[in-house]
């Protein structure tokens, strides 16, 4: 047989997927283990969008749609834009596709040639490295520390930046750090964008789930000129516990949805015609449900938080906004737990699934091999036990 696609070929698995797969898999038979894996709302998609999907599906609008979506949806799309950030898009330079993951796909597909460098902040969200190389790419992985917040200075991206540089990636509120941009930094980021003209894919899937009263800000709305060379990338998954429903869109400049939108009509066909009538209820209706979900994020996360900083050799740093912590476990490197000595956060987290009967991310994915994400997208009694469960792991205990 002849050699299969070699960029294909060189694509790693998804970490974030697999630990989700492998917990499911455990839990479906019968382990007692605790799921801080997947970074997923754990709350049910609210009621009035689940009535305007089952109502699509009883009003037949069940065919084929335009390929970038309803001018219906586009169209809710710039109102939120409008109303949360002050955006002004028309519905053509919105693009709606199966998931804020393709957008980023077919938004870094419609600017990058091959052997165009892309810089990417680490600790980084798994699939942008691969999302790069797909489309050809080179990512350019810039480490920023937990001291300064994990968060890329315009230095640093000015440092970066070589005559192939074509964008940046963006991701703010961020997962896997949870850290969030003040709109003086976001501003010197874009400094240095117009300066070297790169484009920014900025993706902004959390922007509701932000606490402690800080400002979130679009990177669009820095200036006129940042927002003619941001791909903003966004979507219903996070904001409306929507994972499944698949909807997510990007807003760009007429030049690059023009791009966006030829190349969706090929791959993607239509998105599903049943969630965009849910997706235009989510984004039109009362926004109560996103700011209940909201506040009982921002208190498990305050849980979370606190509890976790008094177990001994671990510690993390309070997040702004998402859904997630990321736990320091540099104290453990080279210790020996559980009869093995932990050489990274694989190590970590696979005795801690083994013993603990805890899933967690390790951060080698993410380019932060000395920590361990923790989604706290689940109850406080799992969050309590799982904290229970990592202090006696610690203690050499199995569960
Ligand atoms: N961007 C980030 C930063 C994410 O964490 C996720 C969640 N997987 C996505 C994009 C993809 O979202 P969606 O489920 O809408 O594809
Ligand atoms: N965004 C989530 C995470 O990081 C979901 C899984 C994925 O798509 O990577 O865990």
Not at 43 to 55: E, L, Q, R, S, Y
Not at 250 to 277: D, F, M, R, W
Request: net charge negative; with cysteine; hydrophobic share 40%.
């Amino acid at each position: 047989m002849k050699e299969l696609s070699r960029i294909a070929q060189a694509i790693e698995p998804s970490a974030t997927m697999a630990i989700d797969t492998l917990f499911k898999q455990m839990k479906a038979d019968g382990i007692d283990v605790i799921g801080f894996g997947a970074g997923e709302p754990d709350f049910a998609t609210p009621d009035h969008i689940k009535t305007a999907g089952k109502a699509a599906i009883d009003n037949n609008d069940t065919r084929y749609t335009p390929s970038s979506g309803t001018v219906e949806l586009r169209k809710s799309v710039c109102q939120r834009l409008k109303a949360d950030f002050g955006l002004e898009y028309t519905p053509k330079q919105v693009c709606v596709s199966n998931g804020a993951k393709p957008c980023v796909y077919v938004a870094l597909r419609a600017i990058l040639n091959p052997g165009d460098e892309v810089v990417l902040p680490a600790p980084y969200w798994v699939s942008y490295s691969e999302l790069i190389r797909m489309c050809g790419g080179v990512p350019v992985i810039v480490d920023t520390r937990e001291a300064d917040h994990f968060k890329l200075t315009a230095q640093e991206l000015a440092d970066a930046i070589t005559p192939n540089t074509k964008a940046m990636i963006l991701n703010n509120p961020s997962n896997p750090t949870g850290m969030m941009y003040s709109r003086r930094e976001l501003e010197e980021l874009a400094r240095v964008c117009q300066e070297k003209d790169i484009y920014v894919v900025s993706d902004e899937i959390y922007c509701n789930l932000v606490y402690d009263g800080e400002e979130f800000v679009s990177f669009a709305s820095i200036s006129a000129d940042a927002k003619e060379r941001t791909l903003l990338v966004n979507g219903v998954s996070k904001s409306y516990a929507m994972t499944g429903w698949r909807i997510g869109y990007v807003a760009a400049n007429p030049e690059i949805s023009e791009v966006i939108g030829n190349y969706l009509s090929h791959c993607t066909g239509s998105p599903c015609a049943i969630s965009q009538k849910a997706a235009v209820e989510a984004l039109t209706a009362s926004q109560d449900s996103v700011e209940n979900m909201r506040l009982a994020f921002e208190r498990r996360r305050n849980y979370m938080v606190e509890h976790m900083n008094k177990i001994p050799n671990i510690s993390c740093i309070k997040p702004h906004g998402a859904f997630y912590v990321m736990m320091n476990i540099e104290k453990l490197i080279g210790k020996e737990l559980h009869g093995e000595v932990i050489r990274n956060a694989d190590d970590f987290g696979n005795l801690f699934l083994k013993y603990g009967k805890v899933a967690v991310v390790p951060g080698t994915s993410f380019n932060a091999p000395n920590f361990v994400r923790w989604s706290y997208a689940t109850s406080i009694e799992n969050i309590k036990e799982g904290l229970s469960r990592l202090e006696r792991f610690l203690n050499g205990e199995v569960i």
